[in-house]
T-cell receptor, first 115, second 112 residues
């Protein structure tokens, strides 16, 4: 299987534009999440989902929307891009949500630049 | 508030030496800890984890030590190789919380 996949790998936006970052996993994982990683920093949680139809906010949710219509897909939407959203975005998934110790598997990332 | 951080931002070692990467955490409720390795241009990759009911866990060439008294976590890499060069993150969680908190990372540079 492909694991966690993300598209696009790179994206440049102008301030005010909108776009959707795609994330998909083929491991039938219940839990999926989005993180952003800024230079010299760790990952910060944006949104997460514990199953289809269920989403919740993480540490830095402002400016982002998510939905989870299927188990496989968890897209992240930027409604009106701002330069502060320039970052590398990682999607992750884990098998279940019954235990916080489930290992999270990360995608390769999307590098977003907002001009 | 919660804080997971690292003592050293960059660690440079000679090939074949042992490496020790440290991490401090402040949330006494944390009961699960993970080390991730992130190579340039890639997503974090799971290395090893440890639960709070343990103080040591070993994997292949890696050992994680947990000292709950001083809220300190370390990753030891034996016989460090050039392929170990990467940024290493610690992350923590606690029962009932559905998210990890990551530290800011330590860059490990292995000199041949």
């Amino acid at each position: 299987n492909a694991g966690v996949t993300q598209t696009p790998k790179f994206q440049v936006l102008k301030t005010g534009q909108s776009m959707t970052l795609q994330c998909a996993q083929d491991m039938n994982h219940e839990y999926m999440s989005w993180y952003r990683q800024d230079p010299g920093m760790g990952l910060r949680l944006i949104h997460y989902s514990v199953g289809a139809g269920i989403t919740d906010q993480g540490e830095v949710p402002n400016g982002y929307n998510v939905s989870r219509s299927t188990t496989e897909d968890f897209p992240l939407r930027l409604l009106s891009a701002a330069p502060s959203q320039t970052s590398v975005y990682f999607c992750a998934s884990s098998p279940t949500t019954r235990s916080p110790t489930d290992t999270q598997y990360f995608g390769p990332g999307t590098r977003l630049t907002v001009l | 508030g919660e804080n997971v951080g690292l003592h050293l931002p960059t660690l440079s070692v000679q090939e074949g030496d042992n490496s020790i990467i440290n991490c401090a955490y402040s949330n006494s409720a944390s009961d699960y800890f993970i080390w991730y390795k992130q190579e340039s241009g890639k997503g974090p990759q799971f290395i090893i984890d440890i639960r709070s009911n343990m103080d040591k866990r070993q994997g292949q060439r890696v050992t994680v030590l947990l000292n709950k008294t001083v809220k300190h976590l370390s990753l030891q890499i034996a016989a460090t190789q050039p392929g170990d060069s990467a940024v290493y993150f610690c992350a923590e969680n606690y029962t009932g919380r559905r998210a990890l908190t990551f530290g800011s990372g330590t860059r490990l540079q292995v000199q041949p």
